[in-house]
């Protein structure tokens, strides 16, 4: 049958909550919210996962506005969470539920709203499933009977009317929704043959810059994906400005242009969106990588100074990174593996290992990926523990989704390797690490990840 839609607004993967429990959002969704939208009847539909990320955008506001039906996770105190939920109040009087995790501190403006509450353990795991996804139906049929406002616009304001929101409109939303859903999977197939598939999509689009944005977005990380750097810059000049603009889509064409050897035009990007939008892991962790680079050239053109100055310059941008937030490990081991390199060898990294070694811990506990076995790969080689080392490695290698993901580690041990030989510090057990991450790299992706 065809249900009427209902928006799920909530974060993806695990995150920490107010008081720093990680949580597995995508089993709240799974088993908890989708389940219960199903038992009301209704059709659940969740933001594309580029969408959560700071890109705000016509197919975002076209949910929020023209689903029949929500449910708002507040759970992360997320600020493009509760903005969306505000736009979604301004024109939706009565059909929009607030849950959350037990204990979670909401900000003050939206404390009385009348949230569901949804139980999760000491280890971030959804408990009493039953109950509350009992709960959440009767909140959903009490949405429908259209029989009190839940937006405090409307309660509020005396007379105030909603938009009239046709119901041709909300039928085309409904194709295109599901035309996108479409695309995204030709998008994947494509992928997974070769980069001129990928290039007979985005043809199949036609004027990029009025397409789905989640879609072009999902286009542009597909060429990332098969490593079409000279495609994925192109791709950003035919965007629509908005999207062209935003923070994500700036941070991935510093990364291309990177790759193409144009590293001081991905250095002024970089250093433009940290002076405009603030400091963020992922965009120093980009710049760190872009003195990496030009380090690695200076060292086979034996310009030892400039080698050093770079080498420097990678390390202050990778640590800057670690800083701003000291769960996103990516950065730390970036810092101190360059730390490592050093001659004499940075002393700081005996500091930061630790903490970066917690970090990565955290999230293997709850939903990890390639990179978080990555990550402890490397702290293991940097520790000189082969058992340790062997068993990430293992991790690593079936949980690889693209292929450059194992070479950009592969490289990573080489470099540990190659320096701690000049030392006298042989560890021929890390070779083989280091072949095996090439192989699997060479071997491509079929059938492992997702």
């Known amino acids: 049958m065809n249900f009427p839609l209902c928006f799920v607004l909530m974060p993806f993967g695990t995150k920490s909550d107010s008081n720093g429990l990680i949580i597995d959002f995508d089993a709240v969704y799974q088993q908890l919210i989708a389940p219960a939208i199903r038992d009301a009847n209704l059709e659940p539909l969740r933001a594309d996962e580029e969408m959560s990320g700071g890109i705000i955008h016509k197919p975002m506001f076209e949910r929020l506005v023209l689903c029949e039906y929500a449910v708002a996770d507040l759970t992360t105190a ?27 501190r909401l900000p003050f403006d939206v404390a009385p709203l009348r949230g569901l509450p949804y139980s999760v353990d000491a280890a971030g795991k959804l408990t009493e499933v039953e109950r509350v996804r009992t709960a959440l139906v009767a909140r959903l049929n009490v949405a429908k009977q259209q029989a009190d406002h839940d937006s405090p616009l409307f309660q509020l304001l005396d007379g105030l009317q909603p938009p009239d929101i046709a119901r041709l409109k909300t039928d085309s939303f409904r194709d295109r929704v599901e035309l996108s859903l479409q695309l995204k999977e030709r998008l994947a197939s494509a992928r997974r043959r070769d ?14 810059s009025q397409s789905e944005s989640a879609v072009v977005v999902d ?17 950003v000049g035919k965007m629509s400005k908005p999207l062209a603009a935003t923070v994500m889509v700036q941070e991935q064409l510093a990364l291309a242009l990177n790759r193409q050897r144009e590293g001081e035009r991905a250095e002024q990007i970089l250093l433009d969106l940290i002076r405009r939008r603030g400091p963020s892991s992922e965009t120093y962790g980009i710049l760190g990588r872009v003195y990496k680079d030009r380090w690695d050239a200076a060292v086979k053109s034996n310009q030892s100074a400039l080698a050093r100055g770079m080498l420097d310059k990678a390390i202050a941008a990778y640590l800057a990174g670690f800083e701003v937030d000291w769960r996103d490990a990516y950065p730390g081991i970036n810092a101190v593996t360059l730390m490592e390199l050093r001659d004499p060898p940075d002393p700081r990294r005996l500091d930061i290992i630790p ?23 490397e702290l293991e080689v940097l520790a000189n523990r082969e058992d340790s080392a062997m068993s990430a490695l293992a991790d690593a290698l079936a949980s690889v989704r693209e292929t450059w993901e194992p070479e950009t580690t592969a490289n990573n041990i080489r470099l540990i390797r190659t320096v701690r030989a000049g030392r006298s510090e042989l560890q021929p057990w890390v070779s083989n690490i280091e072949g095996a991450l090439f192989s699997r790299a060479a071997a491509g992706t079929a059938g492992v990840g997702s």
Not at 195 to 208: K, N, Y
Not at 364 to 374: E, F, S, T
């Open 355 to 377: 903490v970066v070694r917690y970090a990565v811990c955290r999230r293997i506990a709850g939903q990890p990926d390639y990179w978080d076995y990555a990550t402890l790969l």
């Open 78 to 104: 997320n600020a493009n969470v509760f903005y969306e939920l505000g736009v979604r109040h301004a024109v939706r009087p009565w059909s929009t539920v607030l849950v959350f995790a037990a204990g979670t």
């Open 195 to 208: 980069v001129e598939a990928v290039r007979g999509f985005e043809r199949s689009l036609g004027d990029i």
């Open 219 to 235: 286009l542009f990380l597909s060429y990332r994906a098969v490593k079409a750097w000279a495609d994925m810059v192109a791709l």
